[in-house]
């Protein structure tokens, strides 16, 4: 059978790279939600007739946004390797009968044709 066809795929990720898929989109969503509502909670005091108040709330508002601006990227990057990294190996099986037919898989035998 020097004909036989053979697909790449993956298998499924172990219990530890499904926590980590899970906890990159579970950190993407918390940052987001506290960069948002930093801005919620900080609108209404900017428009406050203490000066002091003001100046008060865009510090807060300056230090806790430029905070998850670098959490956030940092966060992405390490989640992101772990979640990369703990995938599922490839592996190579042959192509089932039915998808053999010519142009349905691409061509993967090795040697001369």
């Avoid at 499924?12 to 940052?31: D, I, M, N, S, Y």
């Amino acid at each position: 059978m020097s004909d036989m066809m053979m697909l790449e795929v993956r298998e499924a990720r172990g219990p530890f790279g499904r926590f980590c898929k899970v906890l990159f989109w579970v950190f993407q969503g918390v940052t987001m939600l506290l960069m948002l509502g930093t801005c919620a909670f900080i609108t209404p005091f900017l428009s406050a007739e203490d000066p002091e108040v003001v100046m008060g709330a865009g510090m807060l508002g300056a230090i806790a946004t430029a905070s998850l601006w670098v959490i956030w990227p940092l966060g992405s990057l390490m989640l992101g390797l772990l979640a990369l990294f703990s995938r599922g190996r490839k592996r190579l099986i042959p192509a089932p009968l039915a998808m053999r037919r010519a142009g349905s898989v691409p061509d993967t035998t090795w040697g001369p044709r």
